[in-house]
Nanobody, 126 residues
Framework: VQLQASGGGLVQAGGSLRLSCAAS????????MGWFRQAPGKEREFVAA????????YYADSVKGRFTISRDIAENTVLLQMNSLKPEDTAVYYC????????????????????WGQGTLVTVSS
Protein backbone atom coordinates (compact mmCIF):
# COMPACT_ATOMS: atom_id res chain seq x y z
CA VAL A 1 0.00 0.00 0.00
CA GLN A 2 1.40 3.36 -1.01
CA LEU A 3 0.01 6.66 0.17
CA GLN A 4 0.94 9.99 -1.36
CA ALA A 5 -0.08 13.15 0.49
CA SER A 6 -0.20 16.53 -1.23
CA GLY A 7 -1.79 19.95 -0.98
CA GLY A 8 0.21 21.54 1.80
CA GLY A 9 1.54 25.06 1.62
CA LEU A 10 1.65 28.48 3.23
CA VAL A 11 -1.62 30.22 4.08
CA GLN A 12 -2.66 33.13 6.25
CA ALA A 13 -4.70 32.62 9.37
CA GLY A 14 -8.36 32.27 8.48
CA GLY A 15 -7.55 30.77 5.12
CA SER A 16 -8.22 27.33 3.69
CA LEU A 17 -6.28 24.42 2.25
CA ARG A 18 -7.31 21.04 0.92
CA LEU A 19 -5.03 18.07 1.42
CA SER A 20 -5.23 14.96 -0.72
CA CYS A 21 -4.04 11.45 -0.03
CA ALA A 22 -3.81 9.30 -3.11
CA ALA A 23 -3.74 5.60 -2.42
CA SER A 24 -2.43 2.92 -4.72
CA UNK A 25 -1.90 -0.77 -4.47
CA UNK A 26 -5.36 -1.84 -3.40
CA UNK A 27 -8.91 -0.78 -2.72
CA UNK A 28 -9.71 0.27 0.82
CA UNK A 29 -12.91 -1.53 1.56
CA UNK A 30 -12.59 -2.59 5.19
CA UNK A 31 -10.04 0.10 5.99
CA UNK A 32 -10.01 3.21 8.12
CA MET A 33 -8.17 6.21 6.66
CA GLY A 34 -6.74 8.87 8.92
CA TRP A 35 -4.93 12.17 9.00
CA PHE A 36 -2.38 12.95 11.68
CA ARG A 37 -0.11 15.93 12.16
CA GLN A 38 3.17 16.66 13.87
CA ALA A 39 4.30 20.13 14.80
CA PRO A 40 7.96 20.91 15.52
CA GLY A 41 8.95 19.59 18.92
CA LYS A 42 5.63 17.88 19.49
CA GLU A 43 4.32 14.35 19.19
CA ARG A 44 2.21 13.20 16.29
CA GLU A 45 -1.45 13.83 16.97
CA PHE A 46 -4.70 12.62 15.49
CA VAL A 47 -6.64 15.00 13.26
CA ALA A 48 -9.45 13.09 11.54
CA ALA A 49 -10.46 9.65 10.31
CA UNK A 50 -12.99 8.10 7.98
CA UNK A 51 -14.10 4.52 7.51
CA UNK A 52 -13.85 3.74 3.82
CA UNK A 53 -16.91 1.49 3.95
CA UNK A 54 -19.80 3.64 5.11
CA UNK A 55 -17.99 6.93 5.44
CA UNK A 56 -18.29 7.39 9.21
CA UNK A 57 -16.00 10.21 10.33
CA TYR A 58 -14.19 11.20 13.53
CA TYR A 59 -12.40 14.41 14.44
CA ALA A 60 -10.08 15.74 17.07
CA ASP A 61 -11.78 18.38 19.20
CA SER A 62 -9.23 20.96 18.06
CA VAL A 63 -10.39 20.75 14.42
CA LYS A 64 -14.06 19.89 14.79
CA GLY A 65 -16.20 22.33 12.84
CA ARG A 66 -13.25 23.58 10.79
CA PHE A 67 -11.89 20.48 9.05
CA THR A 68 -13.80 17.96 6.94
CA ILE A 69 -12.51 14.55 5.93
CA SER A 70 -14.02 12.76 2.95
CA ARG A 71 -13.16 10.06 0.46
CA ASP A 72 -13.46 9.81 -3.30
CA ILE A 73 -14.10 6.16 -3.96
CA ALA A 74 -13.64 6.42 -7.74
CA GLU A 75 -10.26 8.11 -7.33
CA ASN A 76 -9.17 6.07 -4.30
CA THR A 77 -8.37 9.35 -2.56
CA VAL A 78 -8.93 10.76 0.90
CA LEU A 79 -9.38 14.52 1.26
CA LEU A 80 -8.99 16.86 4.20
CA GLN A 81 -10.64 20.24 3.71
CA MET A 82 -9.21 22.67 6.23
CA ASN A 83 -11.01 25.97 6.81
CA SER A 84 -10.50 28.79 9.30
CA LEU A 85 -6.89 27.78 9.71
CA LYS A 86 -4.99 28.93 12.78
CA PRO A 87 -1.25 29.29 13.38
CA GLU A 88 -1.47 26.34 15.76
CA ASP A 89 -2.51 24.16 12.81
CA THR A 90 1.02 24.50 11.45
CA ALA A 91 2.49 21.01 11.15
CA VAL A 92 3.47 18.23 8.81
CA TYR A 93 0.29 16.36 7.95
CA TYR A 94 0.38 12.61 7.36
CA CYS A 95 -2.24 10.35 5.91
CA UNK A 96 -2.53 6.76 7.04
CA UNK A 97 -4.46 3.60 6.27
CA UNK A 98 -5.37 0.82 8.65
CA UNK A 99 -7.18 -2.45 8.10
CA UNK A 100 -10.19 -2.78 10.38
CA UNK A 101 -9.54 -5.94 12.40
CA UNK A 102 -12.12 -5.67 15.16
CA UNK A 103 -15.46 -4.12 16.01
CA UNK A 104 -13.79 -1.43 18.10
CA UNK A 105 -11.22 0.70 16.31
CA UNK A 106 -9.39 3.46 18.11
CA UNK A 107 -9.16 5.82 15.16
CA UNK A 108 -7.05 8.30 17.10
CA UNK A 109 -4.28 5.79 17.84
CA UNK A 110 -1.36 5.63 15.41
CA UNK A 111 -1.14 1.91 16.13
CA UNK A 112 -4.47 1.39 14.37
CA UNK A 113 -2.81 2.23 11.05
CA UNK A 114 -0.53 0.03 8.96
CA UNK A 115 0.60 2.35 6.18
CA TRP A 116 1.70 5.96 6.23
CA GLY A 117 2.30 8.59 3.59
CA GLN A 118 5.36 10.83 3.50
CA GLY A 119 3.72 13.96 4.92
CA THR A 120 2.93 17.39 3.56
CA LEU A 121 3.81 20.65 5.32
CA VAL A 122 1.10 23.12 6.25
CA THR A 123 2.23 26.53 7.50
CA VAL A 124 -0.30 29.04 8.79
CA SER A 125 0.98 32.57 9.29
CA SER A 126 -0.56 34.97 11.79
Amino acid sequence: VQLQASGGGLVQAGGSLRLSCAASGRTFIGYVMGWFRQAPGKEREFVAAIFWSGGTTYYADSVKGRFTISRDIAENTVLLQMNSLKPEDTAVYYCAAGRVRSIVVVTSAPGSYDSWGQGTLVTVSS
